[in-house]
């Protein structure tokens, strides 16, 4: 439960900083964002891995290019569900995917060395 709720903190600050840079990315309020965070959380654990899956031989021939169009759709499929966030077309989302990835690398890289340890 304690993962889940860092992990949503960290999405939530994601996507904070997207809607800063990315032109096409906002949100009404800081509860919205919250439960945007938390929506990608649950997007992310249950449609994108049928997604991976699906999209398994595109994402092979474009070098793992496809992944990045993956995550923007999940991001959109988000804003579609909930009301207060908004992502404006293809490009804001593959730029909010962009950096609300590098977030979340940048947030998770303390945690990593832990892990490998075990």
Do not use: C, K, Y
Request: a positive charge; zero cysteines.
């Amino acid at each position: 439960m304690l993962r889940f709720i860092i992990q949503a903190v960290v999405t939530a600050l994601g996507l904070w900083l997207a809607a800063q840079i990315v032109p096409g990315v906002d949100f009404t309020s800081t509860g919205t964002l919250v439960a945007a965070a938390v929506l990608l959380g649950l997007v992310n654990a249950i449609v994108r891995p049928i997604m991976v899956v699906l999209t398994l031989p595109l994402t092979i021939v474009t070098l793992g290019l496809f992944l990045l169009v993956v995550n923007a759709t999940m991001i959109g499929l988000t804003a579609w569900f909930l009301g207060g966030f908004v992502v404006n077309g293809f490009w804001a989302g593959i730029g909010a995917a962009i950096v609300t990835g590098l977030v979340s690398w940048v947030a998770g890289a303390p945690f990593s060395s832990g892990e490998r340890a075990r």
